[in-house]
């Protein structure tokens, strides 16, 4: 499934991107970024510290088709991110369930995912923001970064393109594989 691409230099949120465009029938499958987010979120309200440098992104689509149900995309999301990352960056990458990713205890992504309903169809978003570069101060949580870890600066153009090809193969797949399938996939993409 190809993914249309957006790019922005500033938004509120890339899932509030996300919302607009579907609800103005702007339904094409898309993968959403932004160098800067204003009021970027997590799950149950939280707020996602966005700081410029590090990667945001959405992507949504039409769900309707899809053998896998909202929940099972939670754990097929952290299934697939955690294999983008470990593979180019540390196998020491660990998901803690649903949303989050982390390195010896420190959150360094955070997967938000909404579904939004419009004309009869599902569509979901799935929000990612990934501490690439930088570990933004949370009172809440320890957080660290790619940069961090590797002791390089992280190109996040490239990362980005490395996500959405791997999703966009991923996503090829959702239609006609089962979710034990789908997660073994995931695992290895």
Wanted: aromatic share 10%; proline share 2%; charged share 30%.
């Amino acid at each position: 499934m190809k993914l249309r691409s957006l790019k922005f230099k500033s938004v509120k949120s890339t899932n509030d991107i996300a919302h607009m465009l579907i609800k103005k029938k702007n339904i094409k499958p898309t993968i959403i970024i932004s160098e800067k987010q204003t009021k970027g979120r997590g799950t149950m309200g939280k707020k996602w510290v966005s700081k410029k440098g590090n990667l945001f992104l959405s992507i949504f689509f039409d769900m309707t088709k899809k053998k896998v149900d909202f929940k099972k995309f939670a754990v097929l999301n952290a299934y697939l991110l955690k294999s983008i990352l470990v593979k180019k960056f540390s196998n020491k990458i660990k998901i803690k369930w649903p949303n989050d990713l982390l390195f010896n205890g420190k959150k360094i992504c955070g997967i938000l995912q909404e579904i939004v309903v419009n004309k009869g169809k599902k569509y979901l978003i799935i929000g990612i923001g990934i501490n690439t570069n930088l570990d933004p101060n949370n009172s809440s949580f320890s957080s660290t970064s790619l940069k961090q870890i590797t002791n390089k600066n992280i190109d996040n153009k490239k990362l980005f393109i490395m996500i959405k090809k791997k999703y966009e193969k991923f996503l090829f797949k959702t239609n006609q594989n089962t979710f034990s399938e789908l997660k073994k996939l995931a695992q290895k993409i």
